[in-house]
């Protein structure tokens, strides 16, 4: 079963920034936060990942609470192509650990 | 560079055929993973190769078995098919499958649809 909870679902408006919560209470001293998604009909789509401190790339931002218990997905500026939906993972990074998705957010981007 | 590639895109098949699917890594990488993504289920692991061994297995039937050549393709296949394993097979490889973080890149995947 999935580690996380998230919402099922989330709107944000063209331009805007896009924050997507997930819930990871359960989470090991030794698991990292990663984040995918997937646009219709494509594989998913590697974004993001973090332990403790906040990560920033090209594409989105990560924050992770202090208690690492749950963490926010922000996307500063949504476009139409951010449709999507959005996982949160958390797996060990080491060993042949697979990927548990969970049921994920439909992000829906609004012109 | 060019992405995981999986082929057939789509494919129909008949209660009680096989099939097989496969899996071209993106060049260097060495681990290759599918999984199983359905409306009901969302996605679901079925098994992990690393220099041709099996690493690591998800919850599903013997029906289900892959492989791994030693230039890394992949291929999956499903025996004797049933209705309900109609879905997206998504492919997926990584450099090493361990260690300081590696990524993994998935194929655009093979509907197949059992009739």
């Known amino acids: 079963d999935a580690k996380t909870t998230q919402p099922p679902s989330m709107d944000c408006a063209e331009g805007r920034a896009a924050n997507l919560p997930c819930n990871h209470s359960t989470i090991s001293g030794n698991e990292y936060v990663y984040w995918y998604r997937q646009i219709h009909s494509q594989g998913p789509q590697y974004i993001i990942h973090?332990?403790?401190n906040n990560e920033t790339n090209e594409m989105a931002s990560l924050i992770i609470t202090e208690d690492r218990k749950s963490s926010t997905l922000i996307l500063p500026h949504a476009t139409l192509r951010d449709t999507a939906v959005y996982y949160c993972i958390v797996r060990v990074q080491g060993g042949s650990e697979k990927l548990v998705f969970g049921k994920g957010t439909k992000l829906t981007v609004n012109p | 560079k060019a992405g995981v590639t999986q082929t057939p895109r789509y494919l129909i098949k008949t209660r009680g055929q096989q099939v097989t699917l496969s899996c071209s890594p993106i060049?260097?990488?060495?681990?290759v993973s599918w999984y199983q993504q359905t409306p009901g289920q969302g996605l679901q692991f079925l098994f992990e190769y690393f220099s041709e061994t099996q690493r690591n297995k998800g919850n599903f039937p013997g029906r289900f078995s892959g492989r791994q050549f030693s230039n890394s393709r992949s291929e999956m296949n499903v025996s004797t098919l049933e209705l309900g394993d109609s879905a997206l097979y998504l492919c997926a490889s990584s450099e090493r499958g361990w260690g300081p973080y590696y990524g993994y890149t998935f194929g655009s995947g093979t509907r197949l649809t059992v009739v």
């Open positions: 973090g332990l403790k």
């Open positions: 060049s260097g990488h060495r681990s």
